[in-house]
Every structure is written in structure tokens, then in C-alpha cells.
């Protein structure tokens, strides 16, 4: 959570994958993280809207960080599964979209967690879910997780 913590006071710089979406923290707490993103043309689709995998990605990383939440030092994941539901289009005309994630169960080799992208006015565009494998971090560095 400390981690968590130091990206949201912006103590520590945002890993690269932020700044490539635009991707701003917004909530942290244990079990409850959010960002949000202000689309831009950058992460249009051919169709002109907001590609798909960006918002799969913000879900990935809201619900990531939901499930680091609750991990203690020397704990690490990763994601095994992400299922992502799109509702409606987001396109320039949407504004600023915001996702939070939320952790559903911590255990000790495994963690699901859910997600959810909406609008200011509430209007929901996406959802997800992921299970996660948690490891211990001195352990994944010589592939033995």
C-alpha cells in the first residue's frame, strides 16, 4: 500500500504505462484504487472512438492495483485472467472516464478483483474482472514463484 500510496502523492514517478495512456491516479486505499484518463485522439480506433484495449488496460491496472493493495511486503502478482464487458462507445465527446477497481478476495496464491469505467454524470462504459497469482517477489526473479 505504501507504494500505492507514494505513486498517488506522486513521490514516485508513474511507471511508463501511465504516461503512455494518460492515465491519473485519483483514489487509494486498501481494496479500492481508481484512475481516470481523459481520452484524447491518440486512443482512437479506426472508428474514430476509444480503442478497446485501452480501456481493458486502465481495467487491468485499476484492478492490479485494487489486489496490491492488499498484498504485504515481499508479496508481488500478476494477472491470469481478464474479462472485460464494453457498454457503450467512448469517444472525445465523453470527457474524462474513471475506473475503479475493487478487490473481491485476497488469498494466499490467488485474488480476484472487479472493475468498472464510468463517465462524471455515473454513466457506466465498461466493465471487468481478473483473477490474479500472487507470489513472493525474492522468489519470482529466479522463476520460482
Known amino acids: 500500500m505504501d507504494a500505492l500510496r507514494a505513486l498517488g502523492t506522486g513521490e514516485v514517478p508513474p511507471p511508463p504505462i ?18 481516470s484518463v481523459v481520452p484524447d485522439e491518440s486512443h482512437f480506433n479506426l472508428l ?5 484495449g485501452v480501456m481493458a488496460t ?11 493493495s492488499t498484498l504485504g511486503a515481499g508479496r508481488g502478482y500478476t494477472t491470469l485472467n481478464i474479462g ?15 475506473a475503479e477497481g475493487t478487490i473481491v478476495h485476497t488469498g494466499r496464491t ?31 526473479a529466479n522463476g520460482s514463484a
Open 58 to 68: 486502465l481495467l487491468d491496472t485499476v484492478m492490479g492495483c485494487a489486489v496490491h
Open 18 to 35: 501511465m504516461n503512455l495512456f494518460g492515465f491519473q491516479t485519483e483514489q487509494m486505499e486498501v481494496g479500492k484504487v481508481s484512475f
Open 110 to 140: 490467488t485474488a480476484i478483483a472487479t472493475g468498472r469505467v464510468v463517465d462524471a454524470a455515473g454513466r457506466l462504459f465498461a466493465t471487468g474482472e481478473t483473477t490474479c497469482l500472487i507470489f513472493d517477489v525474492e522468489n519470482s
Open 48 to 52: 474514430g472512438m476509444v480503442h478497446g
Open 84 to 98: 472485460v464487458s464494453y457498454i457503450r462507445p467512448i469517444t472525445l465527446t465523453t470527457g474524462k472516464v474513471f
